[in-house]
């Protein structure tokens, strides 16, 4: 049995619905905060089986026509002893811990939200896992953690002690975190880095739905740092794929490992880092013609300066992917992009224009 918090967001939605495919019986865990339209929440929980009026309680259901068992919990990561009670009524062979308070931008408006899903609700994670002796500990990073880095493509062998935002300190923090629970106990803990994450169900306040929804409302889109922006899109069923082969294999630890030479990423504790992205970085530019291309409308573009908190490029270095899981994204930008929109215009009923 597999327990994933954040199940109600975009990427833990996804993963319930492969791991339940798949067969595995799935406890899924989610406070749905309202940090964006509550409405797609609960329509992603409704495709896993769970009624809205019985997700709006604080209580647990039970949902009974997928291939796997699905049972959700809504509940803050902060909440120890709702956490305690569900680990003691069932044995977890793994936790995928996706919760999180999202979002750079935000980090800036609201930081003490990042401290409390991200650093409280995180140790908290760690600490039923440590005491109900789960197998692998699998969780979000990010890779925002790269901050100042410049080097590309961006490595899980460097250094990534020079974060920008206050979202990227709580998920570097998560890492570190994690590695004393992995030394300390033995918690074998895998840190997924991913890259922009796309595609349908999609988060309300990510570019792609905010300049799909700009340009078909004949709003203008903000474009930052003058478009001179580059991102490794990484299609969300990629980003599945990965956590899936990841869940399936935890780290052993490194008995080569240096202390004199330390390598950051793995450790001689069970404790392994890895970057999810596409490693295929595009032109943001580019990213907002394949969406007017697919829409059949230019967008009005107003020209931004670089937010703070935001970084100028990512591109990922999967080469740990590849040689551990046999695995990289691949989906191409547009074919994922085609898949967003067909889902948005569903989605909010909107009628293509001939
Ligand atoms: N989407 C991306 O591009 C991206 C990139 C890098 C990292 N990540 C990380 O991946 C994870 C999933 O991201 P997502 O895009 O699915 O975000 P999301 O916001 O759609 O999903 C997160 C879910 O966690 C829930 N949540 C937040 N705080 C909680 C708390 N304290 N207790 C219980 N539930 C809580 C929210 O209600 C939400 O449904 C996050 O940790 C995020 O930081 C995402």
């Given at each position: 049995m597999?327990?994933?918090t954040?199940?109600?967001?975009f990427?833990g939605?996804?993963?319930?619905?492969?791991?339940?495919?798949?067969?595995h019986s799935?406890v899924g865990?989610?406070?749905?905060?309202?940090?964006?339209d509550?409405?797609?929440?609960?329509?992603r929980l409704?495709?896993?089986?769970?009624?809205?009026?019985?997700a709006?309680?604080?209580?647990?259901?039970t949902?009974?026509?997928?291939?796997?068992?699905?049972?959700?919990?809504?509940?803050?990561?902060?909440?120890?002893t709702?956490?305690?009670?569900?680990f003691?009524?069932?044995s977890?062979?793994?936790?995928?811990n996706?919760?999180?308070?999202?979002g750079v931008?935000?980090?800036?408006?609201?930081p003490q939200?990042y401290?409390k899903?991200?650093?409280?609700?995180?140790?908290?994670?760690?600490e039923?896992?440590?005491h109900?002796k789960?197998g692998?500990l699998?969780?979000?990073?990010s890779?925002?953690?790269y901050?100042?880095?410049?080097?590309?493509?961006?490595s899980?062998?460097?250094n990534v002690?020079h974060?920008v935002?206050?979202y990227?300190?709580?998920?570097?923090?998560?890492?570190?975190?994690?590695h004393t629970?992995s030394h300390?106990?033995?918690l074998?803990?895998t840190?997924?880095?991913?890259?922009t994450?796309?595609?349908?169900?999609?988060r309300?306040?990510m570019a792609?739905f905010?300049?799909?929804?700009?340009?078909?409302?004949g709003?203008?889109i903000?474009?930052?740092?003058h478009?001179k922006m580059?991102?490794?899109?990484?299609?969300?069923?990629d980003?599945v794929?990965?956590i899936v082969r990841?869940?399936?294999a935890?780290?052993?630890?490194?008995?080569e490992?240096?202390g004199?030479t330390p390598?950051?990423?793995i450790?001689?504790a069970?404790?392994?880092?890895?970057?999810?992205g596409n490693?295929?970085?595009?032109?943001?530019m580019e990213?907002?013609?394949?969406i007017?291309k697919?829409?059949?409308?230019?967008a009005d573009r107003?020209?931004m300066?670089?937010q703070?908190g935001?970084?100028?490029a990512t591109?990922?270095?999967?080469?740990d992917?590849?040689?551990?899981l046999?695995?990289k994204?691949?989906t191409p930008?547009?074919?994922?992009?085609?898949?967003?929109?067909?889902?948005?215009?569903?989605?909010?009923?909107?009628?293509?224009?001939?």
């Amino acid at each position: 049995m597999i327990f994933v918090t954040g199940a109600a967001g975009f990427i833990g939605f996804h993963l319930c619905r492969r791991l339940l495919q798949d067969g595995h019986s799935v406890v899924g865990y989610d406070s749905i905060n309202d940090y964006y339209d509550t409405r797609v929440k609960y329509a992603r929980l409704g495709l896993l089986g769970i009624d809205r009026s019985m997700a709006e309680k604080w209580k647990i259901q039970t949902s009974g026509n997928l291939i796997g068992d699905f049972t959700f919990v809504r509940g803050e990561l902060e909440d120890y002893t709702l956490l305690d009670e569900l680990f003691r009524q069932h044995s977890f062979s793994a936790v995928v811990n996706l919760a999180a308070q999202a979002g750079v931008r935000y980090s800036l408006i609201n930081p003490q939200a990042y401290i409390k899903s991200n650093i409280v609700g995180f140790s908290n994670i760690l600490e039923v896992c440590r005491h109900y002796k789960v197998g692998h500990l699998a969780y979000a990073s990010s890779s925002s953690v790269y901050g100042l880095n410049e080097k590309m493509p961006l490595s899980t062998k460097d250094n990534v002690d020079h974060p920008v935002s206050l979202y990227a300190a709580t998920k570097k923090s998560n890492e570190l975190m994690a590695h004393t629970y992995s030394h300390l106990f033995g918690l074998p803990t895998t840190g997924l880095r991913f890259f922009t994450v796309y595609g349908p169900w999609g988060r309300p306040d990510m570019a792609l739905f905010l300049f799909t929804e700009a340009i078909l409302k004949g709003e203008p889109i903000k474009v930052f740092n003058h478009g001179k922006m580059v991102r490794d899109f990484t299609y969300v069923d990629d980003i599945v794929e990965g956590i899936v082969r990841v869940v399936a294999a935890p780290p052993k630890g490194d008995p080569e490992w240096s202390g004199v030479t330390p390598e950051p990423g793995i450790s001689r504790a069970p404790f392994k880092i890895y970057n999810i992205g596409n490693n295929d970085p595009v032109k943001l530019m580019e990213f907002v013609e394949a969406i007017e291309k697919k829409l059949g409308k230019q967008a009005d573009r107003i020209m931004m300066d670089l937010q703070p908190g935001d970084v100028p490029a990512t591109y990922a270095d999967v080469t740990d992917l590849m040689a551990d899981l046999g695995y990289k994204p691949s989906t191409p930008l547009k074919e994922g992009i085609d898949k967003f929109v067909d889902w948005y215009r569903e989605f909010y009923e909107i009628k293509v224009e001939r």
